[in-house]
């Protein structure tokens, strides 16, 4: 693999993403989403893509400009209620959705990336995450088509005391897609506060991480310290300027 991973278009970047692919996507709620990636996954067609993200974007942004062309089979998040189509697609058969609790899905994310097959937590132990039996895919009629199964529960001597826990797999992709504020030429990253989110553990996770960033800068030039992903991890990074579109998923403002 050539040290310079530069790539000159988003086109290129995911010419090999076919159809059925499974991709990780950095983003939590509209902050942070890779939308340059986004627009050429869309542009090129590719259909039954199982993705692994917090969230599915909004109606008309986001991961939701893919979920509205019914590109997206699966989903494996945290949280979807910003996104009416989401729902109308799992609620009548059309999606199936694996809803995981935030840290377990950081972690899983984390932990495939790190080369951990699996782990205990205490989260979810007693309820459906446990226990088996949440809805992942509805018949038409409202049925269930596919739940959860149970998982392995293990009591476990911690800080002094008997405890459960349950195991957890973790989660690795044939691809991840992540946005940066500035990169270097080695696929070192720097994510801009808030946009950091899940992006540096669902980087992690692809066996092949796509990265947009807004300023693409020569090695060298980035402080190691301030460094959140190494380039180790990335494999192919492009620059889409500074002048790319943001959108506030919701605005607050006082009169």
């Known amino acids: 693999m050539s040290i310079d991973k530069t790539i000159q278009t988003a086109e290129q970047a995911i010419h090999d993403i076919s159809d059925g692919a499974s991709i990780a996507v950095g983003g939590f709620g509209l902050c942070g989403n890779p939308m340059e990636l986004i627009r050429a996954i869309l542009a090129k067609g590719i259909q039954d893509l199982k993705i692994v993200s917090n969230n599915c974007g909004v109606d008309d942004w986001g991961l939701g400009l893919l979920l509205a062309e019914k590109r997206i089979s699966k989903m494996t998040s945290s949280y979807v209620g910003e996104n009416k189509e989401f729902e109308r697609q799992f609620l009548t058969g059309e999606l199936e959705v ?50 959860s199964p149970a998982k392995e529960v293990r ?79 990335v494999h192919r990074i492009i620059e889409v300027g500074t002048n790319i579109e943001k959108r506030i998923e919701r605005r607050t403002v006082s009169g």
């Open 98 to 147: 694996e809803l995981t609790p935030q840290g377990t899905l950081a972690e899983k994310l984390r932990a495939g990336g790190s080369g951990i097959p699996a782990f205990f937590t205490q989260t979810g132990v007693g309820t459906q995450v446990s226990e088996g039996g949440l809805p992942l895919k509805y018949n038409p009629d409202g049925s269930i088509a596919l739940a």
């Open 155 to 233: 009591t476990i001597e911690y800080r002094g005391k008997q405890k459960e826990f349950v195991l957890e797999e973790s989660i690795t992709t044939d691809f991840s897609m992540v946005h940066a504020v500035k990169g270097d030429r080695h696929g070192n990253l720097i994510f801009n506060k808030s946009a950091r989110n899940f992006s540096p553990v669902a980087a992690m996770a692809g066996e092949i991480c796509i990265a947009q960033v807004e300023q693409l800068v020569e090695p060298g030039e980035l402080n190691p310290d301030e460094i959140h992903l190494p380039g180790v991890y």
